[in-house]
Each structure stands twice: as structure tokens, then as C-alpha cells.
């Protein structure tokens, strides 16, 4: 839900460095999913890193890959290995900590290593999915070799299913609350370092969507890939579909009108969703297909993403010519007024001219549609005719009115 390359991959250095990112981001017009072949690995919460360095997919799994509770003193997350994220081997070697944990989330550091998050089940009891979690973190080196590390980092989970990302500038954490006023869904908390965390009360899917992925692809625009939570989940079988919502920024979302991305075979469920940006841009997504934690099988698709048209640059904006200008001679000077066109681009502000003789000159730059002008200035003799106008301007670009005839008459 989270992986992210090694940063020398300029591919996706867009999702690394908030400086890269475009300063407006284009929300995709649309993203579709097509699904490939469904693996042997039974589990549930599946988790993809793609390691570049080696061009391997890793998958960590809850309740070690082989359905079920884990075997009691066994490690709780299995991990696996691919050369194409569809057929896996378990890790010789591998190891990862002992105990009541679940939904795995690795990501990777500034300085090269890794990070997993998972929840903690601190409490039991049935019918209680959203109590009694806690989020904790273990450490690794090469991926496949982890150690669990003391303290807990948010003692209220909620539902759990966390998902962390690292933005370049601060670590996110999307995961499932709900009960005690808050409504059942995805929510978000966040990190300057990703164990510190302030968890937000603001539901970021439309109710009952569970299950989170964030990812942000190359255009700079967020995609989250989350399930459904249908009523009377509590029965058995229950068949969740994957949803997917868009966003300019990661923290506000856009479901649109809520259609599945993908269902699963006839009575069969879709869930867990965790999706990756490859270098190149492709997105990949894996998810759990079954009717329950003890037989669903991990399966993979390729996302599509379709972006919004660009609209391009907006237009340079054009004045439009001011009114014919009235004049009103007086003792000291002259006072023009004009009018704009109402509804036309605002000018950057008007210029009066005067011609005494063959040429104009500019005697006056206001911002207003008037101006006082001193007969020093207008240089016309008393009984000598001169005319006026009015030369609006946004940058370069100038529009100038019809001229006014007048005569000093004092």
C-alpha cells in the first residue's frame, strides 16, 4: 500500500520529493483495472514492496501465507518473493516478529531502510474489529530479515488496516475507525517522522469504504484503492468489491458515484486492496479473492489511469477599449472621466492622452476611470482646441478609446 523504490529512480522521484511534485495536479478522468491470474498464497491484508535494486517483488502476508491464525509462538506476517508479482515463493531466511499481528505496511526510509507497520491486537474479543489495536513497527535492512522495536506508536487503531506513506516531507497514516460518534471508514493521521502521530477525526471515504492503499503516481495526483464494507458482514460468506477515489492532494477525495473498480468471481469477495507505482509510472494492484481469511487467495491486476485533458495555460487576459471620455474644463485644469466595460478583464490601469498638435502624449497613469489634469500639463493656450483619450492596459497589451474634442476656454 506504501512501498516506494529507491529514490535514485527518477521515474518516481515525482512521488518522493514534494518539490517535484506539479503545482497543480491533475485528477484522473478515470481508472479502470484489468485482473490477472489469481495465486496459490493464502491471505488476507497482502502487502507488495517492489525492491528496483533487485527487480523483486516482495509480499508480506497476515497469518504467515498458509490461512488461519498464525501457529501459536510463529511469526504472524510471511514473506514472499517474485521476479513478475504473480507467482511467489516463501523466503528462505525470512523472519519477522512473533505475535498477535496483522496488515502489514512496509516503507521505505530517506536513509535506505525500511519500516513495517502493523497492527497489534492488545485486546480480543469477538464482534470487536474496532477496538483493542495498536499500531507498532519493526525494522529491516535487505526486506526479508525484521525486528520488532519496543514502544507503541498510536494506542487507538481503531478498526486497523494501516496504511503508511511517506510523502517526502511527512509520513501519512490511512487506516479504519469507527464507533463512539465516528462513522465506520477510512481516516487519516499524520507524522514528521513516522512515529510521532496526530490522528485527524475527518472520514475520508464515503462510509463503510475499509481497507485502504494510498499511492500517488506520476502526475503529481493521488489514487486510494479500498473495499467495501457490506451490511450483514457479520454472516458468512461476505463479498466486498474494490473501489477506487482520486485526489489532487491526499488528504481530500473524490468517489465519484461510488462504482466498484472490481468484483470478484460469483461468490467470491474482493479485498484488502494494495496497489504500487513501478518505475515508468505502471500501477499494480493485489488484493485478497475468497469468501473468508482461511481460504482467500492473493490476486494482482493492472490499474489504468486515464488523465483528465490538460487545460493548458490560462488565456492572457486583453483590455477592452474605455468609453468615450468626458471632459470638464475648468480654472486650474481639466477633469476626464470614462467608463469600462462591465464583465471585461480588469486593466491594469488607463493612461490620458492629449494632442495639442499632431502628437499625443501621455499627461496622466491612474487606476480609477478619472483623473485631474493641470493646464500645465494638458499644454493647451486659453481659446485653443486639443483632444483627449484613454488608453487601458494588462501588460503589454493596450486598448484605447474614441477621442473627446475640448477648448480651453479660461
Wanted: net charge neutral.
Amino acid at each position: 500500500m506504501r512501498r516506494f523504490p529507491p529514490f535514485a529512480a527518477a521515474a518516481l522521484a515525482v512521488m518522493l520529493t514534494a518539490a517535484a511534485v506539479p503545482a497543480h495536479a491533475l485528477v484522473p478522468a478515470d481508472v479502470s483495472m484489468t485482473a490477472g491470474p489469481v495465486s496459490s498464497v493464502v491471505s488476507v491484508s497482502p502487502d507488495v514492496y517492489y525492491d528496483e535494486a533487485s527487480s523483486t517483488y516482495f509480499l508480506y502476508t497476515t497469518g504467515s501465507g498458509r490461512g488461519g491464525p498464525p501457529a501459536p509462538g510463529g511469526p504472524s506476517v510471511g514473506v514472499y518473493s517474485s521476479a513478475d508479482g504473480e507467482s511467489w515463493v516463501e523466503v528462505p531466511g525470512a523472519s519477522t516478529p512473533a505475535g498477535p499481528y496483522s496488515d502489514p505496511s512496509v516503507a521505505r526510509l530517506p536513509d535506505g531502510t525500511y519500516r513495517m507497520y502493523y497492527a497489534y491486537r492488545s485486546g480480543t474479543g469477538p464482534g470487536q474489529p474496532c477496538s483493542g489495536k495498536q499500531l507498532r513497527y519493526a525494522t529491516s535492512t535487505d526486506l526479508i530479515r525484521w525486528t520488532a522495536q519496543s514502544g507503541t506508536l498510536l494506542d487507538d487503531l481503531g478498526c486497523g488496516v494501516p496504511n503508511v506513506v511517506y510523502t517526502g516531507s511527512e509520513y501519512r497514516l490511512y487506516y479504519v475507525r469507527g464507533g463512539e460518534g465516528l462513522a465506520h471508514g477510512t481516516y487519516m493521521a499524520t507524522s514528521p517522522d513516522g512515529l510521532a502521530w496526530t490522528p485527524t477525526n475527518t472520514l475520508l471515504t464515503p462510509t463503510d469504504m475499509v481497507d485502504p492503499s494510498v499511492v500517488q503516481i506520476s502526475d503529481g495526483s493521488w489514487l486510494m484503492f479500498t473495499a467495501d464494507f457490506p451490511a450483514g458482514k457479520s454472516s458468512r460468506p461476505f463479498f466486498q468489491k474494490l473501489y477506487v477515489g482520486t485526489s489532487e492532494d491526499g488528504i481530500e477525495w473524490d468517489f465519484g458515484a461510488e462504482k466498484p473498480l472490481h468484483a470478484g468471481p460469483p461468490n467470491e469477495g474482493a479485498f484488502d486492496p494494495d496497489a504500487v507505482v513501478l518505475p515508468g509510472g505502471g500501477v499494480r494492484i493485489w488484493w485478497s479473492q475468497g469468501t473468508s481469511a482461511d481460504t482467500a487467495n492473493i490476486a494482482s491486476g493492472d490499474v489504468t489511469v486515464t488523465p483528465s485533458p490538460d487545460p493548458g495555460p490560462e488565456p492572457t487576459p486583453v483590455p477592452q477599449k474605455p468609453a468615450k471620455p468626458t471632459v470638464t474644463v475648468g480654472k486650474v485644469g481639466i477633469k476626464v472621466s470614462w467608463s469600462y466595460p462591465a464583465g471585461a478583464p480588469a486593466p491594469d490601469g488607463y493612461v490620458v492622452q492629449v494632442k495639442t498638435t499632431k502628437a499625443w502624449k501621455a499627461v496622466a497613469e491612474v487606476a480609477a476611470t478619472s483623473a485631474s489634469i493641470a493646464w500645465v500639463k494638458v499644454g493647451a493656450r486659453k481659446g485653443k482646441a486639443f483632444s483627449v483619450r484613454v488608453v487601458a492596459f494588462i501588460d503589454e497589451s493596450t486598448a484605447t478609446s474614441p477621442a473627446t474634442r475640448a477648448k480651453r476656454t479660461r
